[in-house]
C-alpha cells in the first residue's frame, strides 16, 4: 500500500496532523520538514509548506520525488467567492486555477498557462467523491467546487466579485493549483479540502485571523475520514510497501543531489526488520544454500541474521586489509578511482551454494566484485540478494546481464 502526501501552508492547519501522527520520522529537505508516519492507520508524509505557490509546488514535488506518494491531499482554509458558502463550510476540489496567471498581451486566456493548453486543473474525481461522502458521513456541510489561487490575499469586494463572475470559483487561496499543476505534470492524483475561514471581503483577514484554526478542524475531520476508507478499502498488509515506507530518505548526503536511502530506520522497527527477514527467508528456504556472504558493512547486518535463520554460516567480504588470515582480492572502479575488497581463502569450498547479500545495489561494482571473489573460490552463486535497488543506477541489471540472478525487496527511483 502506498502513501498519501498531505501539506498544508500553516501550522494552524496541520496542528491536529501532527498531534495524532504515529512513529513519526523528520526529515528535512530545501527548508521544509516533512514528517513520515502513520495517521489513521496509513502511511503518510505531512509537510507545512507556507504561503503562496512556489512553497506549495517544492513540496509537492518533493513529496513526489523523494517521498514516492502516491497521492497528495491539501488541507486547509480558503476565502468563499461563491455566496451560499459560510464561514466552517467544506469546499472539495473538482479543479482548479490560476487567478493570477495572466498573459492576455500575448494573445492566451486569463488563467491560461502560456504556450500550454493548461488552464483548469481537473483533480481526482475518485478522492473528491470520498471527500463529499464524508463530509455527509460527518454531517459537515461541503460542496464539490472550483478553487481559485494567486499570490494574493483577497480581501476586496470588487476582486471577489470578478473572481467569481469571470471564471466561476468557488473560493480563493494561495496554494491549491499550484499543488494541482504540479501532481498533473506528475500524473499523481490529488485533492483539495478547503474549509471557509472568510469571505474574501473587508473583514476577511480579521475573519481569517479568528477563524483559520476552527475551520481547519473541518478540513481535517474530512481528510482523516478519507484516509481510513482508502485503508478499509485496501486491506493492509505487511508487503515489501511497507518496508519501503520504513526506509528514511536523507537528502544531499553524503553529497549534493543524493538521495540517501537509509536503511537504518529500517532496522530499529521491530515489525520492519522482522518482515524483512522473513520475506528473505521465505524466498530462500528451500534453495539448499550452504552459505550465505554479506558484503561491508551494511550486508553483515541483513546477511548474519539471514544465514542465522536459514540455518548456514556466514560469510564476510570486506574492504582491503581488514580480515586477518590468508585473503584472494578484487578491484573494481568507483566513479573516480579504484577500491579492492576482500575474502578469506578458506571461506568457502568448491561447489558451495552461496547466496551474496547487501543492503543496496546502485552502480552494481561492489556486487560485481563480490561475485567475482566467490567465484574464484569456487562457490556457486544462487543470487545475489538486496533489501533496495535503485534501478536508475542499473547495478541490478548489469549482474542480470553477467548471468547472475539479482533481487531486490523494494526499488526507488532517483539515485
Ligand atoms: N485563504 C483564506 N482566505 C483567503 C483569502 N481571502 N484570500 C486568499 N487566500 C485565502
Known amino acids: ?30 527548508t521544509y520538514i516533512f514528517f513520515s508516519g502513520k495517521l489513521a492507520g496509513k502511511s503518510v508524509v505531512i509537510v507545512k509548506c507556507g504561503a503562496g505557490k512556489v512553497n506549495a509546488s517544492v513540496c509537492s514535488q518533493i513529496l513526489i ?21 459560510e464561514i466552517m463550510d467544506l469546499v472539495i476540489s473538482r479543479d482548479c486555477m490560476h487567478h493570477d496567471m495572466d498573459a492576455e498581451a500575448l494573445g492566451f486566456e486569463k488563467g491560461q498557462i502560456p504556450f500550454t493548453d493548461f488552464k483548469l486543473f ?4 475518485k478522492l473528491k467523491k470520498e471527500g463529499l461522502g464524508a463530509a455527509k458521513k460527518l454531517g459537515l456541510r461541503a460542496i464539490e467546487g472550483r478553487i481559485l489561487t494567486g499570490d494574493q490575499f483577497i480581501t476586496e469586494k470588487e476582486k471577489t466579485d470578478h473572481l467569481r463572475k469571470n471564471f466561476n470559483g468557488d473560493c480563493v487561496d494561495m496554494e491549491s493549483a ?7 505534470l506528475n500524473k499523481v492524483p490529488c485533492v483539495i479540502i478547503r474549509s471557509i475561514s472568510d469571505k474574501a471581503n473587508h473583514s476577511a483577514h480579521i475573519d481569517f485571523a479568528e477563524f483559520a484554526k476552527t475551520a481547519s478542524k473541518n478540513s481535517f475531520k474530512i481528510v482523516k475520514e478519507i484516509i481510513s476508507k482508502y485503508r478499509e478499502a485496501k486491506k493492509e498488509v505487511m508487503s515489501s510497501d511497507i518496508i519501503k515506507s520504513k526506509i528514511r530518505t536523507v537528502f544531499d548526503w553524503p553529497k549534493k543531489g543524493v538521495m540517501f536511502r537509509d536503511i537504518t530506520t529500517l532496522l530499529k522497527d521491530r515489525e520492519g526488520f522482522n518482515h524483512m527477514i522473513s520475506l528473505l527467508v521465505d524466498r530462500y528456504k528451500d534453495r539448499n544454500i550452504d552459505l550465505v556472504v554479506g558484503i561491508e ?7 548474519a541474521v539471514l544465514a542465522n535463520r536459514l540455518g548456514t554460516g556466514f560469510v564476510l567480504i570486506r574492504k582491503s586489509g581488514k580480515l586477518p588470515a590468508e585473503t ?8 573516480y578511482g579504484k577500491d579492492t575488497i576482500e575474502i578469506h581463502s578458506d571461506a568457502i569450498n568448491k561447489g558451495d551454494k552461496v547466496l551474496l547479500v547487501d543492503d543496496l545495489v546502485a552502480t552494481g561494482g561492489t556486487a560485481m566484485a563480490a561475485c567475482k ?14 533489501v533496495v535497488d535503485l534501478p536508475l543506477l ?6 542480470e546481464e553477467s548471468g547472475y540472478k539479482a533481487f531486490a525487496l523494494v526499488e526507488f527511483g532517483g539515485h
Open 297 to 303: 558493512s551494511r550486508g553483515f547486518i541483513t546477511g
Open 373 to 386: 571473489l566467490i567465484e574464484k573460490l569456487g562457490g556457486e552463486i544462487v543470487e545475489c540478494s538486496f
Open 328 to 335: 584472494v582480492k578484487e578491484e573494481y572502479d568507483l566513479e
Open 1 to 30: 500500500m502506498g502513501k498519501i502526501g498531505i501539506i498544508g501552508a500553516m501550522s494552524e492547519e496541520l496542528e491536529l496532523y501532527l498531534s495524532e501522527l504515529k512513529n513519526s520520522i523528520q526529515s528535512e529537505i530545501s
Open 394 to 399: 542499473g547495478g541490478k541489471r548489469k549482474l
Open 122 to 125: 481537473k483533480t481526482s474525481e
Open 65 to 85: 520525488q523523494g517521498f514516492e506518494v502516491d497521492s497528495i491531499i491539501f488541507t486547509g482554509v480558503a476565502g468563499a467567492l461563491n455566496p451560499d458558502l
Open 178 to 184: 499550484a499543488v494541482a499543476q504540479v501532481c498533473q
